[in-house]
């Protein structure tokens, strides 16, 4: 084989090489940003429905001696804030695992 078409297959190589690492990294971003995404639409959907929108109903619930919604208005939607960082933190060190560089 000349070195010519030894370049030539080397180039192709690198080329499929680069292209599939390309292809690994979006799918790897966009698996990120659908984490992102369905973490902060269950937060906003905790802070806004649980905190504001759903109130009244969750008062006739108590935790404690406090109505349910004060309580989530206060405390809740932060406790619910926090396990989502570690939901975020499991779930990105599972996706960092499966998209490493091999």
């Known amino acids: 084989m000349s070195t010519q078409a ?9 080329l499929s090489e680069t292209r599939e690492a390309r292809e690994r990294e979006q799918r790897y971003w ?3 940003v659908r984490l992102i995404r369905n ?7 905790v802070s806004l429905g649980c905190s504001i929108l759903f109130v009244p109903l ?15 208005a206060q405390q809740g939607s ?6 989502l960082i570690f939901v975020y ?14």
């Open 39 to 45: 973490l902060l639409i269950i937060w906003g959907l």
């Open 78 to 83: 932060i406790f619910i804030f926090v396990i």
């Open 6 to 14: 030894q370049d030539s297959s080397n180039q192709e190589n690198l």
């Open 30 to 32: 966009r698996s990120n």
């Open 58 to 72: 969750l008062n006739h619930l108590t935790m404690g001696n406090v109505p349910l919604g004060f309580w989530m």
């Open 89 to 102: 933190a499991i779930r990105m060190d599972k996706l960092d695992r499966r998209y490493r560089e091999k």
